[in-house]
């Protein structure tokens, strides 16, 4: 993808046959990623780019403030979060099924003796994933009925740059593991807004005003979203 540069403002351009340019600002460093129409041309996208530089580095700023978690190493005493809360992890080490319970403000990760960190974190991965997967079978039934639309299908993935996703063709939607570790107020928000777009592709007036109807606090649940602490990088919604 070729690099642009806008003054200050380096960027990736990528034209597509789309109506309509799409100016993005990506995880984890504020990277800017434009797609534009094949016909548009160059001057016509420095004009939009330059249009919203003020916008573009907000965005980059509010990526900058936005607290991280450290790396983690997978060690009885760190801290780690399900479900928005903070809890500290329990490392015991003994012969038998790797399994993790959650009690007393701890994350109890029962490993066999010198497993490896990637494998602890892999435990706790798929213990993070089923608890999410449980939790959204409980809530789809209820949403669709509620927004009078149907999935084909939904799972759950490791993604980068976005709480979650659908496609509106197949009727699928990917949610961000990370959202295990969030209040289930933000897990029920993206599990919305994503059977919006079923309705309503772009983030439109139409779209706004779906999620108005259905969700009347979801600003307030996606900032609450955007504003806790990250593990891996940064996703806004």
Not at 76 to 104: A, D, I, M, Q, T
Not at 156 to 173: L, Q
Request: with cysteine.
């Amino acid at each position: 993808m070729p690099q642009v540069q806008i003054g200050s403002l380096s960027l990736q351009l990528n034209r597509k046959a789309i109506k309509n340019l799409h100016i993005s600002v990506l995880p984890p460093d504020g990277r800017i990623r434009v797609a534009a129409p094949e016909q548009m041309t160059d001057t016509a996208i420095r004009m939009a780019v330059i249009s919203r530089i003020p916008w573009i580095k907000k965005q980059q700023r509010d990526f900058a403030a936005q607290p991280r978690q450290s790396d983690r190493e997978m060690v009885s005493g760190e801290c780690h979060y399900f479900w928005g809360k903070r809890h500290r992890l329990n490392l015991v080490e003994r012969v038998g099924r790797h399994e993790v319970k959650v009690s007393g403000g701890k994350i109890h990760l029962f490993v066999n003796p010198g497993t490896s960190v990637e494998n602890r974190a892999l435990v706790l991965a798929e213990f993070y994933r089923a608890r999410l997967k449980a939790q959204v079978e409980k809530l789809i039934p209820e949403w669709q009925q509620r927004v009078a639309v149907e999935l084909a299908d939904w799972s759950v993935k490791k993604m980068k740059t976005k709480w979650g996703s659908c496609n509106v063709g197949a009727k699928r939607i990917w949610f961000n593991l990370e959202l295990a570790k969030k209040p289930p107020e933000c897990l029920e928000y993206i599990l919305v807004h994503e059977l919006i777009h079923l309705l309503e592709r772009k983030h439109n007036e139409r779209f706004r005003a779906h999620m108005d109807k259905f969700m009347p606090n979801w600003r307030e649940r996606r900032d609450l979203l955007n504003t806790l602490p990250l593990a891996f990088g940064t996703w806004t919604y």
